[in-house]
T-cell receptor, first 111, second 117 residues
Framework: KQEVTQIPAALSVPEGENLVLNCSFTDSAIYNLQWFRQDPGKGLTSLLLIQSSQREQTSGRLNASLDKSSGRSTLYIAASQPGDSATYLCAPFGGNNRLAFGKGNQVVVIP | DTEVTQTPKHLVMGMTNKKSLKCEQHMGHRAMYWYKQKAKKPPELMFVYSYEKLSINESVPSRFSPECPNSSLLNLHLHALQPEDSALYLC????????????????FGPGTRLTVT
């Protein structure tokens, strides 16, 4: 069974700092990995999808890297803003045709 | 348009009631999902429909009954729920269930907040 760990569980940073969110997973036989954002009580918003053949994916201030062989992905958010405050979820998709979710990185950006 | 819609936004029901949650997408996706999410926890997969056929049932109690009337609609029928079933119910869709295709990505709706009294 795929186990996903996200570190740190929670972090607070001042506005303007770069954010680094880490995700590790135990089964490297994945097809892709998605990063999601979730605001309290809301649904999940897909931020980035990285295919297993890719090393990184970028969208605006977001950059996600994937090292499939070592079971790691990192989400970088440049120049953080208060609007980036949310929980970020990492979810690899594997051969069992399921997303496996981590418990999330809860981020607070302080103005 | 990458939108998945869910109705209602909030639902309060008694343990003897029957209610339904509805999910809709118009992206031409052929896979649709129901998840349950408790507070401070990640989403848990309940059901997967692929081409309108149930392909995954994660041993969900029979008081939850999914239905996929067509490729755009997904319902979750609720009957005789327990207070511990109170949660955020999320619907998602993807082009299909095969993760190795280059365009696979799951899109989630805003959820239905269910409270069972």
């Amino acid at each position: 069974k795929q186990e996903v760990t996200q570190i740190p569980a929670a972090l607070s940073v001042p506005e303007g700092e770069n954010l680094v969110l880490n995700c590790s997973f135990t089964d490297s036989a994945i097809y892709n990995l998605q990063w999601f954002r979730q605001d309290p009580g809301k649904g999940l918003t897909s931020l980035l999808l990285i295919q297993s053949s890719q090393r990184e994916q970028t969208s605006g201030r977001l950059n996600a890297s994937l090292d499939k062989s070592s079971g790691r992905s990192t989400l970088y958010i440049a120049a953080s803003q208060p609007g980036d405050s949310a929980t970020y979820l990492c979810a690899p998709f594997g051969g069992n045709n399921r997303l496996a979710f981590g418990k999330g990185n809860q981020v607070v950006v302080i103005p | 348009d990458t939108e998945v819609t869910q109705t209602p936004k909030h639902l309060v029901m008694g343990m003897t009631n029957k209610k339904s949650l509805k999910c809709e997408q118009h992206m031409g996706h052929r896979a649709m999902y129901w998840y349950k999410q408790k507070a401070k926890k990640p989403p848990e997969l309940m059901f997967v429909y692929s081409y309108e056929k149930l392909s995954i049932n994660e041993s969900v109690p029979s008081r939850f009954s999914p239905e996929c009337p067509n490729s755009s609609l997904l319902n979750l029928h609720l009957h005789a729920l327990q207070p511990e079933d109170s949660a955020l119910y999320l619907c998602a869709s993807s082009q299909d269930t095969i993760g190795r295709t280059s365009s696979y990505e799951q899109y989630f709706g805003p959820g239905t907040r269910l409270t069972v009294t």
